[in-house]
């Protein structure tokens, strides 16, 4: 059996064109990118992540660059490649510059050696770091 | 057999205190964290993952927040513990508000759930984020 | 160097074919996946691997679809893109709808996100859950 | 720095405890798991987190239990301490039984093992597996 | 609803005393690990994964202590608190002393590092690594 | 927005070359790999990756295989395709046969399978293996 296909606009439902129509209204773009089109096949799911990611994304006490190269690290660190491209293309658009973008990566490697390097030599918390 | 035990400064090598000392004068601190005492039972990786920390942390096109921030991220996306203790701690030293914390997990999360939205539906990349 | 080849029943061992024989008559298939083609490299893995998931997956306290959905589920959080293929697919086989998909994928999702959510805000754990 | 301390009714904010009293109600419970208590520091999160939790969790084309024992599946996967504590809780309640439990996580240890057998071997998707 | 309790040999029924001989003769040791004494509530699972380990960590091509480094550098990758501290204790009892423990910390914590500088630079394979 | 592209030696900078020759000359190979030519982007990551790298997996107490065979178990636990591919090829050059490899896999499937199970159990510590 095959996997899914896109869901594209013109033969979405009224509920599922509701959200590609403020997805597309929000960003300012023609057509959602494949992801909500996949989403797609289970509306409730659609909506709910579309509009979680509208208020978390929001700038805030956090600016949106920030926030989109928070986005990135994470997908970097699991592996997700559909997500470090997307976010990765987010994240330029929001104003990450190849010196910001570097300077993130170097960050991400150092994060998930130095994780292992606490696991491994067993370091228990400081009292100054704990309750 | 029990794990190891921290390395203190008094019982260090002369090898292991030059570095102790630089962490010391770099972050205006009185002592090491735990982190860099169970590192000293391995020398050459206690010398290797400061001088890397030193280099990657230090704010050039991304501030020391922002580096931190992302350390966090990458902490709490793999599970930590002992990261997210220290890193916490040194995002809130850097600048990090409890509103910023805040929007931060909230990132976090939301990247951890729609990199397996896009897993699970096996989104195709779109031919705009290709190479 | 180029990575494995297949081994395809044609030229595999006794050893191996006693092994695919066994898959091709519990799953009533003509021929094996590519997983198992690969495995043959190692026999006694090969051997283990199948009658492993022969005794973990057959119906007990668990019916077949919901011990598929697991499996999927774990894939995705994993973000192995073979298994997800190829148990994606057992899964329908095994009588998993559109709809239950839709719904597997959501607490997928929703547990990726509240793992990251409890570890950022080092929840300790309530004593009710507690030994 | 400390970490974080939870926020008890007596001492939240209209909206915090508008969301507790909606959980406790939905659950019928006197009190809500330190989880929600940690989110509280964060109100637009705690109050978007339990709406997204209550609508996931929601019996629908996968009942409760089931959905239960996926969620304790991807938390076992992670290593996510509390969540294993506190969903494996809400999986017995919901009534997942011993041997259920038994079978769930050989199943979840069949999946982490095949994946990286998969990973490892370099095993091409099948073609029927394929879009 | 409390966690579950270790079964000691005292308690345990023939079918897990069988295992646990087993465990006990062919390590010669005088009581099993807490994690034996866990599994022990799913006998199948008990019996199936200590099968599995004695086959698989027999020496062979590879002799036991790498066996051994190789459990732990995984384990480490993934946080796994219980099996880092066994598997750092069976490693050493097989021969793995601190100078190799500080190495296979350091290839393990480059390799994670790396792992992700690939993902993020979303490094296509080289013609001479494809198939 | 496209993905980067890689630096061919030709269009390198000085501080780029000279990395480069370094890993030309330390592997006896006539060009680096795609890594190299990725990382490039950002010189003081692909100057300070290689040293550590050079330093890391040089022989020791651990040999050039061994640690071959550690850095391949980390990548295949991540799902790192690239670092599969790369280093799979580096530790048969390194000396790891068929069946070695057949064994590594074996031991890597294990480990990730009982990580799952001591999660899922919560199994506690043994006295012996605390501090």
Redesign the interface.
């Known amino acids: ?5 896109p869901i594209e606009y013109a033969a979405a439902t009224a509920e599922v064109r509701a959200v590609f129509d403020d997805i597309k209204q929000s960003r300012q773009i023609k057509d959602v ?3 909500w089109k ?2 797609a ?2 509306p ?2 659609l909506k ?2 579309w509009e ?2 509208k ?3 929001a700038p ?3 600016d949106a660059v ?2 989109e ?21 987010a994240a ?2 929001a104003g990450m ?4 973008f ?25 009292p ?4």
């Open positions: 059996m095959a996997s899914l296909k990118n494949n992801f996949y989403l096949h289970d409730p799911t709910r992540t979680s990611i208020e978390v994304m805030g006490a956090l920030t926030k190269m928070v986005y990135l690290a994470v997908s970097v660190t699991n592996g997700c490649g559909y997500c470090i491209a997307s976010h990765g293309a330029r658009r510059s190849e010196a910001m570097g300077e993130l990566l170097a960050v991400v490697g150092m994060a998930n050696e130095t994780n292992r390097l606490a696991n491994g030599y067993r370091v228990p918390i400081d100054q770091f704990e309750q």
